[in-house]
């Protein structure tokens, strides 16, 4: 299956550029795609995995553990700035790019692809009560921050949360979803959720950009390295610390491990926050990950020995 992922992710990420460089497709393809995937691909996935899920206080260390990456996040961007004098749009970048990864577009079909169909749910806690709370309140605060706007209120908070199609699909599976729907519902629900690989691949491939001056080399290596290697390297201890294990604890890893999520580099494009620097953390971060992830996967499935292993 990983194998089948991995080649369809690299087709469809090369037909991606391809149009792009051919202008095959309309400019805003990748928008559309996007959208697709934000109000169709994603909610079907929540709905058909969700319900499998059985909640206790184990997952408490799924919904923690983004928080605190941020924590580590802000200490770490800061430290770098300090030591190599990033200018103040550059912290802010790092800061977001580092903190919010793709823990949706990418990280259901890549946790599908290595883990299997059973570790998705944990996928879709981490991401939903984690990540995506985190863009809605960390994200929205650096970017008011760091771009003069005025701070977001709490109300514009809980809005965009309210509007977000994903939550309520999660809301709705979790409350009113059979495990096992009837089989045209669950088949259909399935062929969506498996449209999203491609679609995002599609979208991605379509819209990376890889140019950066060499100025901004620096705090790209530096975004690439906390993001890929150092978050999922401090969720091990902290998966360990919240007693996670088997395939919750590689879930939770391989989630950190996540390249930058797209929403929140586009967020500090829109509001010219050295956006240069934000497209190509996105970009080489996805083509990186392709590589990193499986090698994660590869060090978790090795360390029956370490604590909190199956």
């Known amino acids: 299956m990983a ?3 991995f080649a369809l992710i690299v087709t469809m990420l090369g037909l991606g550029m391809a149009f792009s460089r051919l202008r095959a497709l309309p400019e805003n393809t990748a928008d559309v795609l996007n959208r697709i995937v934000l109000y169709v691909c994603l909610p079907a996935a929540v709905l058909i995995y969700v319900p499998r899920l059985h909640l206790d206080t184990s997952l408490i260390g799924l919904v923690a553990t983004p928080w605190l990456l941020m924590l580590c996040t802000l200490a770490l ?4 700035t300090r030591a190599f004098g990033f200018a103040r749009d550059v912290h802010a970048v790092l800061l977001i790019c580092v903190a919010l990864a793709n823990s949706s ?7 599908r692809a290595l883990l299997g169909d059973h570790a998705l749910p944990y996928a879709v806690v981490y991401d939903q009560f984690g990540t995506f709370v985190l863009l809605s309140t960390f994200g929205l605060y650096v970017i008011a921050r760091y771009s003069g706007d005025t701070p977001p209120t709490a109300a514009q908070i809980l809005l965009r949360i309210a509007k977000f199609p994903p939550l309520w699909a999660l809301l709705f599976a979790l409350t009113l979803m059979p495990e096992q729907p ?3 519902i669950g088949t259909g ?11 995002v691949m599609l979208a991605v491939g379509f819209s990376i950009q890889l140019r950066l001056p060499l100025d901004e080399l620096k705090p790209l290596g530096i975004g690439l390295l906390l993001k890929l290697l150092v978050m999922p390297a401090l969720a091990l201890p902290i ?3 919240f007693g996670l294990q088997g395939a919750m604890l590689q879930a939770n890893v391989l989630e950190s491990a996540m390249p930058t999520m797209i929403t929140a580099a586009a967020l500090a494009m829109s509001h010219r926050l050295a956006p240069r620097l934000a497209a190509a953390l996105v970009g080489y971060g996805i083509l990186l990950s392709l590589v990193t992830l499986p090698a ?8 029956a020995g370490l604590p909190g292993s199956p």
């Open 105 to 111: 577009f990418i990280g259901y079909p890549m946790v």
């Open 77 to 80: 961007v800061s430290l770098a």
């Open 3 to 5: 194998f089948d992922a």
């Open 239 to 241: 998966s360990w610390g």
């Open 189 to 199: 629900l399935k062929q969506l959720a498996d449209a999203m690989l491609p679609l």
């Open 182 to 184: 009837p089989g045209w």
């Open 296 to 303: 994660w996967v590869w060090v978790l499935q090795r360390g």
